[in-house]
């Protein structure tokens, strides 16, 4: 059974940066596309960014674009999201996530991915 465990949250200053990692077990990681989500108390899990098997293309959500980079290394088997000019809107518990398919991006709704780390908590203060 894949395991996937992220690293990297804390609490940082708004306009500061944090960088997640999750490193996956398995020797699928570089088949599949991987993704980020995140969730606040009391609201549902929100799509942050995804990256397809090979990391030639990437996709964010609205409230992040231009502030936050999903990367992969494959040889690690590690996804990292590089968070920059975080906000206090973005303070949440950030969990990184598996495709179902291998070799298939399409939409990134929760339901999509059947794999789902532990979660890793990021409080931005203002």
């Known amino acids: 059974q894949v395991e996937l465990v992220e690293s990297g949250g804390g609490q940082v200053q708004a306009g500061g940066s944090l960088r997640l990692s999750c490193v996956v077990s398995g020797r699928t990681f570089k088949d599949y596309t991987m993704g980020w989500f995140r969730q606040a108390p009391g609201k549902e899990r929100e799509f942050v960014a995804g990256?397809?098997?090979?990391?030639?293309?990437?996709h964010y959500g609205d409230s992040v674009k231009g502030r936050f980079t999903i990367t992969r290394n494959n040889a690690k088997n590690t996804l990292y999201l590089q968070m920059n000019s975080l906000k206090s809107e973005d303070t949440a518990v950030y969990y990184c996530?598996?495709?179902?398919?291998?070799?298939?991006?399409?939409?990134?709704?929760?339901?999509?991915?059947?794999?789902w780390g532990q979660g890793t908590q990021v409080t931005v203060s203002s």
């Open positions: 990256i397809i098997w090979t990391g030639g293309n990437t």
């Open positions: 996530a598996k495709y179902r398919v291998a070799y298939y991006s399409g939409t990134y709704q929760p339901a999509d991915f059947g794999s």
